[in-house]
């Protein structure tokens, strides 16, 4: 489920970022012209900035008749170049643009090591099997096709802490032929403990009376949106065993 | 499309004010790569601010040991140790990258304190604390004395061997000055020796009130080096450099 979710995710952005470029690309190729009267323009405004059709791009500086200079440096404006010749200028530009570049693959390699480190959690989650098994009873405590509640006590491993102690409630049922269908007792709704009512033959839970048949499935119309979980249930040495 | 959200944010926070002050600074004309060593260690600081909450994120500043932090030891069998032992452990071994980022943190450590050195080197030998850098350089000793102490707190915070010996040595230290001392070594240690309460309180200082101070001090030393200029190198005068700052406010 959780690989649904990254792959999801993963088209949601690429193809964010496919239609933003392939837009940019469309403006580049055909402006969109702005004026849609036949008027002239007055000789006086020729060359204004302000008639030009991408007004929107266009920065402060433009818009208030200064140059880059000016706009960023008015102590200076007007005083001798100091090196600003277009030669310096285009030295001046690349290496900006290299410093920025560089920025930008430092930065990267330190993102993606932090960013798997703090979504370590979400990595450790899909991996499955914990190798940890929590142990129920004999078969015997396990009549032949007769619900039986156990509760159980394991310890699992969680970031720094070896050995936690979690405890559970799980339903088995006896298939014979050494089957078992073990059902966790966790509501899929939000959580709360449910019971099995054998005169209604269903799992009812007490918080907002969602309901199972007895193999777990959520019946359609009550709260639970998804089935009870299951565990794997195996008999080894005549005891009947599940996969935490 | 970058323009427009500049221009827009331009507008309402004059990011240009900033970028002129801050980014698009003159430097006098004899600035060389000696120059550099200041930023590398405001680089370097804030590495270690990263790394550094990052490790706090799986941390534990605890010198109890529990039944949950067990440490497989070279051996192969399971040992008790400390908690904060075993989250040092499983960062190092249960993290991806964690290995990486307390490496970082680590050599970061050492690497900051040698550019500072560096930087206070070239900052000598130049003359470049004198008339009007005086406060700037105040601002630097106690910004150099911060970091030394956050080597001191950081380095307890493992719980290994070396760590509490090394403390218990530095603690002493500070205990064998006169008068003072036993206060200065109880007000340290947090108690009558280094121990569980030791490593809560140099874990506080390490986390939440040196950056606190360093980043103010940090403020306040960046602000004197942008309203006083760059001294460039001495004896080779940048006269429309000296000029422009003159007529600056």
Redesign the interface.
Known sequence: MNEAVWIVLGIAICSYLGLGIWLAIRRMQAPIPVLASSAPIPAACSGCPLLQPNIMAMSSAQLNHQTEDERLEPDRAGQPDGGEEPENEGRRRFLTRIIFAIGGVIALVIALPVLTYILAPVLQMSSGDSGKTAELGPVSDFPQDKMVQKTFKAKVDEGWIKGKEVDGTVYVRNLGNNQFLALSATCTHLGCTVNWKPDQNEFVCPCHGGRYTPQGINIPGTPPPKPLARYNAKVTGGKVVIDL | ?L??IY?WV??RANL?GL??VLL?RHTPASTNWWFTFGSTALFLMI?QV?TGS?LA??Y?PSAEAS????VVGPDGF?APVS?AY??V???MT?????G??RNMHYWGATLIVIVLLLHIGRIFAMGAYKYPRELNWLAGVVILIIVMTFGLTGYLLPWDQRSYWATVVAVNIAGSVPLIGPYLHSVIAGGTSVGPVTLTRFYAVHTLILPGIVFALIGIHLYLVILNGVQGMPGRLDA?YEQ?QK??T
């Open positions: 499309m323009a427009k221009n331009d507008e240009d970028n002129r698009k590495l990263i990052l994120m799986n534990v039944a949950s932090s067990i399971p908690q075993a989250s452990n499983y960062i249960g993290v991806p990258f964690g990486f980022l429309a422009e007529s600056r």
